[in-house]
């Protein structure tokens, strides 16, 4: 399978299973439209006839030769062995988990996932004792692995703040004890943040992740307190005193876009404005109902805008001014394996989350679906047949992936996103695929640009 | 090659028969939580590096 575009003046071709990315002149990227999972030995008539009235002959001759030659190596039109390795796709140790240690927060954002911090369950803080049983939970699951993430997350889980240290403090009191390295990160929506907890995040959190969602504007029309007001002003001065003690550690300013940013370019070019070179901004996954919601219409506007800021990215780059966006990361060498790829985000198999109650769901995102509640860790429940569900949902078992040209880069996608907009985790959320698919060929088409000018 | 100039070196099957270590992040512990992009995960399997 292979998976051709043109962007920005050039054509390029992705062999999906071999993960080969290639650049084609005029004259092979033709030919391509007459072939059809194979390059033959002999050109096919018709194609030499009709690209005849086009170009010479030694170039279609020379066009054809690489085409062989890909072939032949192995990186164009290669065959998906990787029902070989189905076998690596069984039930996993747990190794990642979401703490939900706050369903509460101080602000309402109306896009909120969360039901605006409670998840629809009520407000709640999480127990010492929850998490610390969490801890234990994680290590006695996670047999085989060393290294274990915990995301504090919520609601705004500097609600929680002391818990979390106590937390903390009792993980890494068992790290040596069973081998095991934690590695903790906080997604907070940044108003608790003090000279005292950032020294401590800084100090003890691997990532953070900081909510923000772009220009004052933008942010404030959705992430708004109690009274409506907007948290702008209150959080940006914080988030960049965070960043300026923040080291080489890992941290991204991560917001959404919506029906009324469809020039997210802008937003994160105001991020990077501000000091931020770490940046996210991820559309708005929400019934479609909703005044803000993406539509099927919103698409072409969209697309045009990730090619916008892949415009501004390769401009920047170029200058010096470089900024990273998370999702025009791409590593065409050394990117995640196959298996990792074939597995996909693991959620409700290697990745769990856990309520303040206690209660485990398959990720952040499930929290609240009485449906999808695996058990629940003060009583020593756990559903295993569910969590052998979730590690057969890969891209082999989605009717949709298995002839996706992209199903090696999102991996099948967001499982609760099928769920809550399909109504079944074996279905593909169609919005969410087109989106990620017009990233990837950004992403691409930006390493092209990239290696013509050897940036 | 004169027409064609490859990007990588699409090592992804190689990659299948050293990996499945399950040492590398989850993806939406990095900066998603709510669309998944597995691809951009940096492999940590010490084989590898």
Known sequence: ??????????????????????????????????????????????????????????????????????????????????????AMLKEAPVKSMCLNVAHDCNLRCEYCFAAKGDFGCGRKLMPLEVGKKAIDFLIEHSKGRRN?????????????????????????????????????????????????????????????????????????????????????????????????TRGDKDYYVRGTFTKHNLDFAKDAVHMAELGFDQVSVEPVVSDPKLPYSLQEEDLPAAFAEYENLANILIDRKKKGEGFNFFHFMIDLDQGPCAIKRLRGCGCGNEYVCITPEGDIYPCHQFVGEE???????????????????????????????????????????????????????????KLSCDLEKKRLECAIMMKAAMAETNI | MKQIKTLNQANLKQSAVKGGCGECQASCQSACKTSCTVANQKCENENNQ
Not at chain 1, 63 to 85: I, M, P, R, T
Not at chain 1, 398 to 426: M, P
Request: glycine residues 6%.
């Open chain 1, 1 to 86: 399978m292979i998976h051709k575009y043109t962007l920005n003046g050039f054509h390029i071709v992705l062999d999906t299973n071999s993960g080969a990315v290639h650049i084609f002149d005029d004259a092979p990227y033709d030919m391509l439209d007459y072939l059809e999972d194979e390059v033959p030995q002999q050109a096919p008539k018709q194609m030499m006839d009709d690209l005849g009235k086009k170009y010479d002959k030694a170039t279609l001759d020379e066009a054809y030769n690489e085409l062989k030659e890909l072939y032949e190596n192995g990186q164009l039109y290669s065959e998906d062995g990787y029902h070989n390795f189905s």
């Open chain 1, 148 to 244: 274990l993430e915990l995301d504090f997350f919520g609601g705004e889980p500097l609600m929680n703040f002391q818990v979390v240290k106590e937390i903390v403090e009792y993980a890494r009191s068992q790290e040596e004890k069973h081998n095991k390295k934690f590695r903790f990160t906080m997604t907070t929506n940044g108003l608790l943040l003090t000279d005292d907890v950032i020294e401590y995040l800084n100090k003890e959190m691997y990532n953070v992740v900081l909510s923000l969602d772009g220009r004052k504007e933008i942010n404030d029309m959705l992430r708004v307190h109690a009274d409506g007001s907007g948290c702008y002003d209150a959080i940006v001065p914080k988030y960049q005193k965070l960043i300026a």
């Open chain 1, 371 to 429: 449906k999808w509640k695996m058990g629940n860790i003060m009583e020593d429940t756990f559903n295993i047949p569910m969590k052998q569900e979730f590690a057969l949902t890969n891209v082999y078992s989605k009717e949709d992936c298995k002839d996706c040209w992209a199903k090696f880069y999102c991996s099948g996608g967001c499982a609760a996103n099928s769920w809550q907009y399909e109504g079944d985790i074996l279905k593909s959320h």
